[in-house]
Structures are given as C-alpha cells and as structure tokens.
C-alpha cells in the first residue's frame, strides 16, 4: 500500500494478496511472468479517513469509495432548498 498527502488531501493505493503467473508461450510471445493483486486506489479528504485505520488495516479499503463532494453549483443548490425549507416552516409557524 502506498499514500500520499497534497494539501488536504490523502491519495491512496492499495495492493494486497499478490499472485504470480506465467503466460503460456505461443509463436509470437515467449512466456511472461507477471503479478496479480487485489487493488484499489483513491483520493480522499484527509478530515474524512482514519490514516491510522489505513495503515493498519488496509484490506479494509479494498472497496472504499471516497466521500463524495459537492460542486459549488450544487452546494448552493442545496443551500437554496434549506432556506426555502426554513422560510416555509416559518411561515406555517
């Protein structure tokens, strides 16, 4: 597993479970030799993860999906339905 931190940001490669293998040899390609993991990698708020977690328990992030975050166009979308809301509530009130 390897991270990396940018600002606040973490990003975030894990590999675990490594397999070896050899390709058959055909007339065109001799035989390979390659490796198989288990993987998955992400970039995550660091506020949103547990480093410690991570690194301690990587296979615990082989399905992790980042928080997802909203765009500007969309945070102010939502704050305009809240007001809305509230400014309805009040008023019912």
Do not use: R, W
Request: hydrophobic letters at 30%.
């Amino acid at each position: 597993m390897q991270t990396f931190t940018f600002e606040d940001k973490v990003y975030v490669y894990v590999y675990l479970n490594e397999t070896e293998g050899d390709t058959e040899p055909t007339e065109m390609c001799p035989s390979e030799h390659y490796y198989e993991y288990d993987y998955n990698e992400f970039c995550e708020l660091t506020s949103n993860i547990d480093l410690n977690d991570l690194k301690n328990n990587p296979e615990n992030y082989l399905d992790y999906e980042p928080v997802p975050t909203l765009s500007a166009a969309e945070k102010i979308q939502a704050q305009v339905l809240y007001t809305a809301m509230m400014t309805d509530t009040i008023l019912e009130g």
